[in-house]
DNA sequence: CCGCTTGGATAGTCTCGCTATCCCAGGAAG
DNA sequence: CTTCCTGGGATAGCGAGACTATCCAAGCGG
């Protein structure tokens, strides 16, 4: 198909894929001669992908290329490109270590991987993205006057742990090895706005079925 | 004391606390004369809190004042004002119910509510723009080609249940009425990053011990 | 009383994610 | 063959968002 027939099955401006195609998010088209392309199925398809992440995941788009890259880098095995993908998602920036919040937070923080047992996470603490957001959430709860500990926040780290497990086994009974990690990233970009989402409307539920509707 | 202390306390620069002062994000200091103004130690928490909820929890400055705005409306009771600041969070923008994968979600998702039995998220989902925002992701999944069902859904749901009903009751247990509604917007904004990275530490854990560092 | 600070107003900057315009090379209709 | 239309690449522009830098006039302090 050509561009303008992609444009129309995918709902997306051809402006717009002429962009995608410029920043690397899609690879280019078959070209059959000097003015025109070809587009496949899977283009299409990374196309939906393209925007799931971008609209409804929130990712800046040179963060999307970088992940996408991992994702597609087959030379790695799974473990490794899921990490680097998720590495590649926006994080916080570093925190001020001199801040008597983020020492806290981050002892709390390594108080709760040892408690679940979490060794991996432990191993790469200092280096991971992840483990550095987490210490800032947690360093500005705390600055906020919210006392959050390793004991307050184990329960959550178990709950999150079964999501984690729920995923991948899901993922395993459905998925081809490269749609994996595909399967693992979009779980881990557009399954966090369902959580969110969840976990909202489980507060408004919960707060009316306490206080009703004053 | 002065914007300079305001600005030395908080860490943020004179300039961009006139920017919130300008945007209505924070509440005018105490005039004492035609060029001085006197800030207090509810200014600086509360310059603490916005920057949290911008920074950290990534919220827009104008939906923040607006959020604020339903904090601090203590003229309706606790469920609503918390209802109304979560509602003025950021939300996936109206779907196109034509299409197919919007409406098979909508469908799933009222299943989902009613095997959970949650019945005011029920009778609010025609407005809640908390329920639209669930929608639209799981329609995103779908369109993906990942089929997910209500009861795919419902442990995920019940899981943030669970968390819910964990903050509210440590809710209770610590804050005054006013504060409640504070900390209650608080965990729902700061809270979440505190869960997606867990979430994602999670993911990366329970993928190195079932796959190994491949 | 004179410079320095304070706070208010205004305009500028920088990044993002597109979007609109230009241009040229085919391919098709006349 | 020519003319006109379309597809695709390159470039520049736009609008929102979050600051940031500059001015300016009114005090206060030595």
Redesign the interface.
Known sequence: MRLAELSERSGVSTATIKYYLREGLLPPGHRVNATTAEYDEEHLRRL??VR?LIQ?GGVPVATAREVLGHVDDDS?????R??AA?WA?PH?PEPDEDDPAVVAARAEVDRL?ESLG????RE?APL?P??R??V???A??R??G?L?DAE??A???E??????????D?METHASPTEQVE??V???V?????????????????????????
């Not at 790695?76 to 490794?80: E, F, M, S």
């Not at 979490?118 to 996470?121: G, K, L, V, Y």
């Open positions: 939906r992908l799931a409804v790695l095995g799974r473990t490794v899921l990490g998720l998602l916080a991987l979490w060794e991996t996470a790469l991971s992840v483990h957001s987490l800032v959430a947690v500005t709860l600055r906020l919210h959050w307050l926040m329960p959550y780290g709950l999150m742990h079964q999501v984690a497990r729920r995923q991948l899901f399967l693992a979009a779980s881990a557009l399954f966090e706005p369902v959580l969110r989402a969840l976990h909202r409307l489980a507060q408004e539920e919960e707060s009316a079925r306490r206080y009703g509707i004053e």
